[in-house]
């Protein structure tokens, strides 16, 4: 719960007001160990706010984005992921074979970031990268197969 009152914040220094049903949704999403789909956002929400819409949940997902509070990725699982940036800019490994999703810090990226400067003079803005592949118990067991 420590997260929200930021995000609050945020929200109030550019004007925007904050309604209980966009309160509601920054609170399930804040509250939230990992991501969350837009679906589960609804369910969590609804079961204290009943008529929630889900185009509202996903009104509130675009302004959030929009702002830079929220940051959607796609893990490869069906519907897109959302999560508070307030948490930290962090990326994910994810294994095509057994679903296992490794966290990675922002730092992993530093040496490509600064590649894309030197060489194309260009500033990348990655806020949470999932990278697909095959991890290391999987890729052992590959190997063991044969
Ligand atoms: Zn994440
Ligand atoms: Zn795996």
Do not use: W
């Not at 609050?8 to 049903?21: F, H, K, N, S, W």
């Not at 490994?93 to 490509?112: K, Q, R, V």
């Not at 500033?123 to 044969?146: M, P, T, Y």
Request: hydrophobic share 35%; proline share 3%.
């Amino acid at each position: 719960m420590t997260h929200h009152h930021e995000v609050v914040e945020a929200l109030q220094q550019i004007g925007y007001r904050l309604t209980p049903q966009r309160m509601m949704i920054l609170e399930a999403i804040a509250d939230s160990e990992g991501h969350l789909s837009a679906e589960e956002i609804h369910e969590t929400v609804r079961t204290a706010y009943p008529y929630l819409d889900i185009s509202t949940v996903y009104r509130t997902l675009d302004l959030l984005k929009t702002l830079h509070l929220v940051s959607e990725t796609d893990l490869g699982r069906g519907p897109a992921q959302y999560e508070l940036l307030s948490k930290g800019l962090h990326h994910h490994l994810i294994c095509t074979e057994c679903g296992e999703i490794l966290d990675a810090p922002n730092s992993l990226l530093d040496s490509l970031r600064h590649a894309m400067s030197e060489e194309y003079d260009f500033h990348a803005e990655i806020e949470h990268l999932a990278v697909f592949g095959i991890c290391s118990n999987c890729k052992g067991d590959a190997q063991e197969a044969g």
